[in-house]
């Protein structure tokens, strides 16, 4: 199953953002991505807050222009399944501003905690994940996702389960 989500994904914690996941069993894990697609290992994300919820902002011609997600994102838990080693980060706010900049090219503003997960392809170029409690900036071109902006108190997921 493909996922490319602003959410990031979303969950409110974790951004998908780019590449391929499969859909594990409800009694393994909520995504499981091969390895070299988030990580150099296979990793399991589970957790987060499904669905995020929507506003949608509009202006005087009734025209949609930004759409925010907020609210508790829900715990969410990395798991390397290689060495079956986890890490779990809690519940806390998450907001997402997304701007619609041309015909299919979107703006991402992430800020609060954010999972955000590079895959080959994206700019940096991934495997990558990182958890961040800060700012995050990003720009959705097709199955591209460039990151603008990155600030804030940052873990290397990857690393970290090695």
């Given amino acids: 199953m493909r996922l490319r989500t602003a959410a990031a994904t979303v969950f409110a914690t974790a951004i998908l953002l780019g590449g391929a996941a499969s859909t594990a069993s409800a009694a393994e894990h909520d995504f499981i991505f091969d390895a070299g697609v988030a990580c150099d290992f296979p990793l399991a994300l589970d957790g987060g807050a499904f669905p995020p919820e ?25 798991t390397n399944l290689d060495t079956d080693e986890a890490l779990t ?3 806390r706010g998450t907001a997402l501003r997304v701007t619609t900049q041309s015909e299919g ?10 999972g955000l997960l590079l895959f080959p392809g994206d700019d940096p170029e ?26 804030g108190n940052q873990i290397d997921v990857c690393a970290a389960l090695s």
Avoid at 141 to 151: E, R
């Fill in 89 to 91: 980060f809690p519940s």
């Fill in 105 to 114: 090219i979107l703006l991402l503003e992430f800020s609060g905690n954010v």
């Fill in 126 to 151: 991934g495997p990558s994940t990182t958890q961040i409690h800060g700012r995050l900036v990003l720009k959705q071109d097709g199955p591209v996702t460039t990151v603008l902006k990155q600030k």
């Fill in 54 to 78: 929507r506003k949608t902002f509009t202006d005087p011609n009734g025209d949609p222009i930004v759409v925010l997600f907020a609210g508790k994102s829900g715990a969410v838990t990395y």
